[in-house]
């Protein structure tokens, strides 16, 4: 069994709290469309790729061209708002990142997020050092909950399923990390249900050892499987 061991993460709501900016960049977008949208239409498609959000919104209608001009203005505004107000990270993660970082846990980004907004993000909390491996929108052909982000992801790192976590803050994550056959932990700030492996309000609630406990206590369960 390989010894190497990875945390695959999920960004918006996991390591960042964007939401608020996202919010102000669909709203804007969709004004410039003439086609207004409400907060809990956003709220309602929050985490998922562009393409699938505009679909839902315009219909099934709406033309690749539209939808790709569309989803790009958003992202271009989104960017700006970045660079102009800065983000921060979610209590906990800074503590989390570079733990995993020193202890020698490989850690990779896995969001339906395009590679730009990740790269802009990373840059602005001067972190992308402590990541091996960066997996974005351009690179999958299915969102979440399909696997194929966190297996992409894992693949990347060299790392079998079995031996990789994902954190995630959303039901579709927590489902795609489970087809992948990886571990999860789900953070909740809103204490909604997730069906996890460890489920908490927030990082900084996660026991010391939590990431270590959850592959080491899995272990004899993945032996047996191994054998069969």
């Known amino acids: 069994m390989s010894a190497l061991r990875a945390v695959l993460w999920d960004m918006d709501g996991t390591l960042i709290d964007s939401e608020e900016f996202h919010w102000i960049a669909w709203r804007d977008t969709m004004e410039k469309e003439v086609f207004p949208i409400t907060h809990e ?10 393409d699938s959000i505009i679909k839902q919104w315009l219909g099934a209608t ?14 271009r505004l989104y960017r700006g708002l970045i660079r102009e107000h800065g983000i921060k990270t979610l209590p906990g993660v800074v503590t989390w990142l570079d733990r995993l970082h020193e202890t020698g846990w490989l850690q990779a980004i896995a969001s339906a997020a395009p590679r730009e907004n990740i790269d802009a993000i990373l840059e602005a909390l001067t972190a992308k050092h402590l990541f091996q491996a960066i997996v974005s929108a351009e690179d999958v052909r299915h969102g979440k909950p399909d696997p194929e982000v966190y297996l992409t992801a894992a693949s990347r790192l060299g790392v079998p399923p079995a031996r990789s976590i ?3 803050d959303a039901v579709a994550g927590v489902e795609g990390a489970r087809r992948a056959g990886m571990h999860s932990i789900g953070i909740s700030r809103n204490c909604e ?6 489920v908490v309000l927030s990082l900084e609630d996660l026991a010391p050892k939590a990431f270590e406990d959850l592959l080491t206590n899995s272990l004899p369960q993945q032996r047996d499987q191994e054998q069969r």
């Open 193 to 198: 249900p997730l069906p996890a492996d460890i």
């Open 62 to 75: 709406a033309s690749p061209e539209r939808i790709d001009r569309i989803g790009d203005e958003k992202e």
């Open 166 to 168: 994902v954190v995630e």
């Open 41 to 50: 239409q956003f709220l309602a498609t929050f985490g998922q790729r562009n």
